[in-house]
């Protein structure tokens, strides 16, 4: 019964070109998110560099699930729920520390080894006789469903059941490896505090904004915009080097034709890239002894390949973005309908040049953060969005830009930079993994 | 130069944010200073980790002139900000210049949300030709690893 209602619900704000305003608006859709999609679906919850000692942990979450990523005494990485199995207190509340040997909840004491298991119960007696070891809380910390570790960075699924790591992402990887391969030592490490930016819309719009192609000249002219004509009209010698904002900035306000020929990519199960020939990361200026060291580790002609990719943003179905060439996570947490955590993250490439990391912090501040003039036009859309959503009348979203009769997602595409495909994929993927993940 | 006369100078510049006078505010600024705002309590590294702004004349001037773009969505309808600072301390006291840190609670509106942050704020200074300008600036925020809407004006 439950899961024809879902059924119905989930056909009734789906069609091909055009999603219901429900699935931005409604506390409902919301609810059946928390409790369907994102528990059947892999999510990112942490970078192994977070929790590189026995004993360190992390605080995260998978959609409205509290959880922490901790590193066992046995060097494994474990993600738990983070919920003491007596009475629902919280294990830790801080953003990371170390716990040593064991967690110890701080109400009553219970402690729990790194994997979760139940160490010690104070007054143990109490419980002697009343069938406490048959109980879910004799159990310890619970396991969420299952977790994966591809090449530093952790996914979860909360689900016991379901689809495979590999299978859900797929060739979608590429993208991933490509950022970690550009490490001459194969590794990342996370740098610093993520920015933290509340957006007072639906999860969905930041992440589908990721493969919008069509509005960094619009949204963005006041920033990018200006800094060009500010940096036409100095006075400044001929060969003067462009400052590294105009780097940064300056590619948002390129014309359609720049954004039609770079090309998008969609993978299977709502993942997808633009970027696929060119982006706006590619004319970036080349930082001395990073092209050597690259040599050094993979030979010219892998070091090229490497480098030769210059993916933009690359999606990873239901909530995060990553940018290879400026290694770079964002984390669009949902925390309801209408409300949304953005974390964005930057990454250090073990083995490469200092200045690779200060051009990644530098388009962090520029692009990402609260008090960033890029950032401040796409959350006043996307809150002009959220409110205008709410009119009578008018109840579809409309995502048809270069939208073909009978798509297959299942297929990998490469197209115009400029369809709106890799939102329609992400909602085909939105739609079967609502209902469990069947195809 | 006095400490009253560095001090002066930073209740100016405050007054001057809030009445909106950005263009006479960006020329306060010496060519190779920097405005700081830190991710972290405490934060020591500007460059190597990510920060809320470090922004150099460019950037500023970009800011600036920004704000008063006719197609500055986010600016319209327009930001307003108001400083209340406690009496500035002189931290070091220089013939050409000053070191001054300032408590400050600072206001921001738009439309019907007002957002309060409470800064401290490091003025460097310096004396060129007579007038006192900004060499360097460093806005810390109480709460600066909170997650905030949008900071639009100039803490």
């Not at chain 2, 405050?14 to 010496?30: K, N, S």
Request: aromatic share 10%.
């Amino acid at each position: 019964m439950e899961e024809q209602t879902l059924r119905d619900t989930v056909n009734r704000v789906i069609r091909p070109e055009q999603v219901h305003r429900d699935v931005y608006t409604s506390a409902e859709i919301f609810r059946l998110e928390m409790k369907h999609l994102f528990p059947n679906c892999w999510v990112y919850v942490g970078h192994e560099s977070q929790t590189a000692k026995p004993g360190d942990y992390i605080t995260a979450q998978i959609g409205d699930q509290p959880l922490l990523q901790v590193r066992h005494t046995d060097g494994e990485i474990k993600v738990l729920y983070n919920r003491c199995p007596h009475k629902g207190t919280k294990i830790v509340i801080d953003k990371a520390g170390n716990t040593g040997k064991f967690f110890r909840c701080p109400y009553h004491a219970w402690s729990f080894k790194t994997d979760g298991c139940l160490l010690a119960i104070p007054l143990k007696k109490g419980y002697e006789g009343t069938g406490l070891e048959g109980t879910e809380a004799a159990k310890g910390l619970a396991p969420v469903g299952a977790w994966h570790n591809y090449r530093g960075f952790i996914f979860a699924r909360l689900a016991k059941d379901g689809i495979g790591f590999e299978e859900f992402f797929g060739e979608a990887l590429s993208s991933l490896d490509n950022m970690v391969d550009r490490s001459p030592v194969g590794r990342l490490t996370v740098v610093g505090a993520p920015l933290r930016y509340m957006h007072r819309c639906n999860w969905k719009m930041l992440v589908e904004n990721q493969t919008d192609t069509c509005h960094p000249m619009v949204a963005h002219e006041s920033s990018a915009g200006t800094a060009v004509k500010i940096w036409e009209t100095m006075e400044k010698p001929a060969d003067a080097p462009k400052p590294p904002a105009m780097e940064i900035i300056a590619p948002f306000m390129s014309p359609y034709e720049f954004f039609e020929n770079m090309g998008i990519r969609t993978w299977p199960n709502g993942h997808g890239h633009t970027g696929v020939h060119h982006s706006i990361h590619s004319d970036y200026s080349a930082v001395p002894g990073y092209y050597d060291a690259m040599v050094e580790a993979y030979g010219e002609e892998r070091a090229q390949a490497i480098l030769g990719e210059n993916r933009h943003n690359t999606v990873y179905f239901p909530n995060i973005m990553i940018k290879g060439p400026i290694q770079q996570l964002r984390n669009f947490i949902p925390l309801g309908p209408d409300k949304t955590l953005v974390e964005s993250w930057i990454f250090r490439l073990e083995g490469a040049p200092d200045e690779l990391v200060a051009r990644t912090a530098m388009y962090n501040r520029m692009i990402n953060a609260p008090t960033s003039m890029v950032g401040h036009d796409d959350l006043e859309m996307y809150e002009r969005a959220q409110e205008g959503l709410m009119a009578d009348g008018l109840e579809w979203v409309n995502i048809q830009r270069l939208y073909e009769e009978g798509e297959d997602f299942s297929e990998e595409a490469v197209l115009n930079g400029t369809t709106e495909r890799q939102m329609r994929n992400q909602f085909d993927a939105w739609k079967r993994f609502m209902i469990g993940g069947a195809a | 130069m006095s400490a009253e006369r560095f001090i002066d100078f930073v209740y100016d510049e405050a007054w001057m944010l809030d009445q909106g006078r950005f263009a006479e505010w960006i020329e306060l600024w010496e060519p190779d200073a920097v405005y700081w705002m830190p991710l972290n309590w405490n934060q020591q590294d500007p460059i190597n980790e990510t920060s809320l702004l470090y922004e150099d004349n460019f950037m500023l001037r970009l800011r600036v002139e920004r704000l008063q773009g006719a197609r500055t969505f986010s600016q319209k309808p327009k930001s307003r900000c108001h400083h209340v600072l406690n009496r500035p301390r002189v931290e070091e006291l220089r013939e050409d210049g000053a070191k001054i840190v300032t408590q400050c609670h600072y206001v921001e509106t738009r439309l019907d949300e007002q957002m309060l942050l409470a800064l401290t704020i490091r003025h460097d200074l310096k004396v060129v030709d007579g007038q006192i300008r900004i060499a360097g600036k460093r806005v810390d925020i109480l709460n600066c690893d909170a997650a905030f809407g949008n900071i639009q004006l100039l803490p």
